[in-house]
């Protein structure tokens, strides 16, 4: 299986604050990269597909880019709402696998 | 309004079944592939496995880690898909989720609606 791995695993930040989080694959998998936000006891939500491309609805705040091994997510100015666990996810190769999470804390 | 309700969740002993249920409405069930991912308590997220569409030959994969216990199955007259979970273990403890997966220029896979979860507890 194809290993995620993101960092920070936590960080703490103010609202209006610049964020990137990144995550790593073991292996290539070209653009083949979604990014998820779950807030406290809810299902988590998907805000990128194909490593930059902004789900319909989700605010211009969050980009990502990336390709091959290294990707990332950006949200240019942090929301109360955007205080959550960020998780990215590979659909390379089945089995999908997601990274561990990192959680944006409130400073 | 697109929407997937699971149900079925509870506790369980170890060693026994469970049938993990997903409902959906607000779009055509049959044109899209269904996933179900995990979440242990406190813990990220775990792909469990999906089921294509019947135009992507109803391919289904799983998980190594359910592989042979557990099997995903989809009724599109009724726009249900199932997770039946059998030899359960307490490791299996987690919320359920079930996804519609989409797809982008044919390869590129995603899961963009989510359910709320049902939370599945396997304890003696």
């Known amino acids: 299986d194809i290993q995620m791995t993101q960092s920070p695993s936590s960080l703490s930040a103010s609202a209006g604050d610049r964020v990137t989080i990144t995550c790593r694959a073991s292996q290539s998998i070209s653009s083949y990269l979604n990014w998820y936000r779950q807030k406290p006891g809810k299902a988590p939500e998907l805000l990128i597909y194909a490593a930059s491309s902004l789900q319909s609805g989700v605010p211009s705040r969050f980009s990502g880019s990336g390709s091959g091994t290294d990707f990332t997510l950006t949200i240019s100015s942090l929301q109360p709402e955007d205080f959550a666990t960020y998780f990215c996810?590979?659909?390379?190769?089945?089995?999908?696998?997601f990274g561990q999470g990192t959680k944006v804390e409130i400073k | 309004e697109v929407q997937l309700v699971e149900s079925g969740g509870g506790l369980v002993q170890p060693g026994r079944s469970l049938r993990l249920s997903c409902t959906t409405s607000?779009?055509?069930?049959?044109?899209?592939?269904m996933s179900w991912v995990r979440q242990a308590p406190g813990k990220g997220l775990e792909w469990v496995g999906f089921?294509?569409?019947?135009?992507?030959?109803?391919?289904?994969e799983y998980a190594a880690s359910v592989e042979g216990r557990f099997t995903i199955s989809r009724d599109d007259s009724k726009s249900i898909a199932y997770l039946h979970m059998d030899s359960l273990k307490t490791e299996d403890t987690a919320v359920y989720y079930c996804t519609r997966e989409n797809e982008w220029q044919r390869y590129y896979y995603y899961m963009d609606v989510w359910g709320k979860g049902t939370t599945v507890t396997v304890s003696s």
């Open positions: 607000g779009f055509t069930f049959g044109d899209y592939a």
């Open positions: 089921i294509r569409s019947k135009a992507s030959r109803g391919v289904i």
């Open positions: 996810q590979q659909s390379y190769s089945t089995s999908w696998t």
